[in-house]
């Protein structure tokens, strides 16, 4: 019996390590696409302006 405690014991460690490995990826590339999208807006939003001062000038 304790045999099959320890067996079980190592599984949820094993189990729970592998969640916290997940949870820390899901974070790394939630952290990488948010400055993706940071960039993105911040080139789109150069765009509209170049594009209100070109119809200023037409």
Sequence with gaps: MAKRFNEMSAKLDEAYKE????SETLNEKVNEKTEELKNIYNQVNQI???ASL???VY
């Design 54 to 56: 070109g119809k200023l």
């Design 48 to 50: 509209e302006k170049l």
């Design 19 to 22: 969640i916290k490995n997940w």
